[in-house]
Antibody
């Protein structure tokens, strides 16, 4: 059974840093593309970043240069290093998996999310 | 910058049919955008309903269907049920490793 469990959320001051983790089970994170998607309180979904199996990474303009996506194959875990945090980064951050057929370009499994709050 | 449009809200009667749409502020949605649809209830993670325009995800009832209608992607619910009351998001792959979600449609069943 595929499971994604996020952790690492919490409170940060503006300008601070946090590292989110997404522990995967039931599959190998290096075999699928993996993304982070966030949802600000009361708002819609916003795609944040993707890490393809070949290590290519892409980011939304809103986080480019501040966030870094990575994975640890030995731990089967996806990460999102967030720095220079802003109030507008406050959101629930979801880890999402791409399908086995990577060229279908959607997300087939989602974690339950971890809340990041940026406030002084 | 590519923006994806959805109706902010929609209402349907139990047993009725409703079609939600997903468009672009500039241009037309085609299968090459790999439209996907996600359902979300308050406090829960999104659930994948439809991918590659019209393929139902595993376990999704066949009352949910996807299509291209005119210049938009569409999600049709036929025979709406009370537990279909949710927020619905479309996602488009715009190429070069980038995805964009619509703002979501809040569906009320009453």
């Amino acid at each position: 059974e595929v499971q994604l469990v996020e952790s690492g959320g919490g409170l940060s001051q503006p300008g601070g840093s946090l590292r989110l983790s997404c522990a995967a089970s039931g599959f190998t994170v290096s075999s699928n593309y993996m993304s982070w998607v966030r949802q600000a309180p009361g708002k819609g979904l916003e795609w944040v970043s993707v890490l393809f199996s070949g290590y290519s990474t892409y980011y939304a303009d809103s986080v480019k240069g501040r966030f870094t996506i990575s994975r640890d194959n030995s731990k089967n875990t996806l990460f999102l290093q967030m720095s220079s945090l802003r109030a507008e980064d406050t959101a629930v951050y979801y880890c999402a998996r791409g399908p086995v057929i990577a060229t279908n370009y959607y997300f087939d499994y989602w974690g339950q999310g971890t809340l990041v709050t940026v406030s002084s | 910058q590519t923006m994806v449009t959805q109706e902010p809200s929609f209402s349907v009667s139990p047993g009725g049919t409703v079609t939600l749409t997903c468009g672009l502020t500039s241009g037309s949605v085609s299968p090459s955008y790999y439209p996907s649809w996600y359902q979300q209830t308050p406090g829960q993670a999104p659930r994948t309903l439809i991918y590659t325009t019209n393929t139902r995800s595993s376990g999704v009832p066949d009352r949910f269907s996807g299509s291209i209608l005119g210049n938009k992607a569409a999600l049709t619910i036929t025979g709406a049920q009370a537990d279909d009351e949710s927020d619905y998001y479309c996602g488009l792959y715009v190429g070069s490793g980038i995805w964009v979600f619509g703002g979501g449609t809040k569906l009320t069943v009453l």
